[in-house]
């Protein structure tokens, strides 16, 4: 069926690319984005850092009395349920470079592992099983809200070689285990999650979500919006400051374009910018755990509550920092960052859309975990260290 554009926006009008195949020839800024790409994916991880360098021993292996099994469970009933065929598409050893492979933008670039699109209804079910155990009823519904919309900005372009609710590609990162590391990964169009799983540990960054529009008020996704909380609690803590406090806030009027640390900025530098927590008010401070409790509680329970006791522990060195306005109805981009976490909102131009400023219709999001933690790197690091994992018969 079709839909309708915003009021106020039209389609964009360019040449459709395929989200579902590689293209014989890409355009020449799509050939330099992979380019690009790979060059960066490349360079040995590091992680993002302020300065370039790793602060150490901030992560570590560690009990937290949360249980794993029911996301070990689902990623083997999951994998139980494939093909050979199918199974060889999606398993990868957990040190592959796929990890690093994410985009968020919709044409077919370096998708890898087997799109949802290709299964059956219960391998289907199955797959979004795993979503469901590894994040939280909050997070699970806007992942899947984030897909739906998919599907509905295909029906307002009209183009679904480019868009669609289950083009997205799932793939596990070695073999499910409660002792033993693993990690899967869903990737495509405004949706990468990144579980790593280390014994009752979980590490799910990079977490990027976005979406273009970021409601549907027609048709059957009527009803559906994203991201009211991270744009309403952002801009409430933006606004609760003091003249003066703003001033250290604002670190540039206009916007960026792109969240900084999207794909392929895994070494990103980023200095530390704004205000910082500790010369925020106690109610003031309150409003920025609301910011970050909404970004955490994405991850399933119990598991977002040892994550945000990570952040907390950091709170005192959490900068925050904004570019764009903050009337009522502006456009702005926000970070939040720490040791141990980054967050970034930025409103966007039109892509599918013909506005060439941001709107509000267009918001992309990102989690990270600096220092060397994203796709759980340090975590796996000290459990080779541990480990010998050079040897068939090691013991753990």
């Known amino acids: 069926m079709a839909a309708s554009p915003p009021p106020g926006l039209k389609v964009r009008q360019r ?37 370039g360098s790793v602060i150490p021993k901030l992560f570590s292996i560690e009990k937290t009395g949360v249980s794993t ?13 494939l093909s050979a065929e199918q199974r060889a598409r999606a398993l990868f050893a957990l040190d592959t470079d796929a990890w690093r492979r994410w985009s968020n933008i919709h044409p077919y670039l370096m998708r890898h592992g087997l799109p949802l699109e290709e299964m059956n209804g219960a391998q ?28 509905f ?26 002792d033993e590391p693993w990690g899967w990964q869903i990737d495509g169009h405004h949706l990468i999650v990144n579980c790593f799983v280390l014994g009752d540990q979980i590490v799910m960054t990079p977490m990027f979500m976005g979406s273009e529009p970021v409601a549907a008020d027609e048709g059957p996704y009527a009803g559906t919006r994203v991201f009211q909380a991270e744009e309403r609690q952002g801009l409430a803590l933006m606004r609760a400051l003091a003249p003066e406090q703003r001033r250290r806030t604002v670190i540039a009027t206009e916007l960026p374009g792109e969240v900084f640390t999207a794909a392929f900025r895994d070494n990103f530098e980023m200095k530390y910018e704004g205000i910082r927590s500790g010369d925020l008010s106690s109610a003031q401070q309150s409003l920025l755990l609301d910011v970050l409790e909404t970004y955490v509680g994405r991850i399933r329970p119990g598991h977002a509550g040892v994550r945000l006791a990570e952040v907390k522990r950091h709170l005192a060195d959490t900068h925050f920092a904004w570019m764009g306005s903050s009337d009522e109805d502006s456009v702005f981009y926000y970070r939040v960052h720490s040791p141990v976490i980054l967050i970034e909102f930025d ?14 219709h267009h918001i992309h999001t990102v989690v990270r975990t600096p220092n060397g933690n994203d796709y759980g790197r340090d975590l796996l690091r000290q459990h080779h260290a541990r480990f010998d994992h050079a040897h068939p018969g090691h013991r753990h």
């Open 15 to 51: 040449p459709p690319v395929s989200a579902r195949s590689p293209q014989p020839e890409l355009p020449p800024h799509l050939q330099k984005y992979v380019a690009t790409g790979e060059t960066l994916v490349a360079e040995p991880f590091k992680g993002i850092t302020a300065d």
């Open 69 to 81: 099994r029911p996301v070990t469970d689902a990623a083997q009933a999951l994998l139980d349920s």
């Open 124 to 151: 289907r079910d199955r797959a979004l099983a795993l979503l469901r155990e590894s994040l939280s009823a909050d997070g699970f519904q806007t992942a899947r809200d984030v897909m739906r919309l998919n599907d």
């Open 153 to 178: 900005i295909g029906m307002i372009t009209g183009s679904h070689t480019e868009y669609g609710e289950w083009v997205y590609w799932l793939t596990v990162m070695g073999t499910p285990s409660t």
């Open 347 to 360: 409103h966007q131009r039109g892509i599918a859309f013909d506005n060439d400023a941001p709107s509000r």
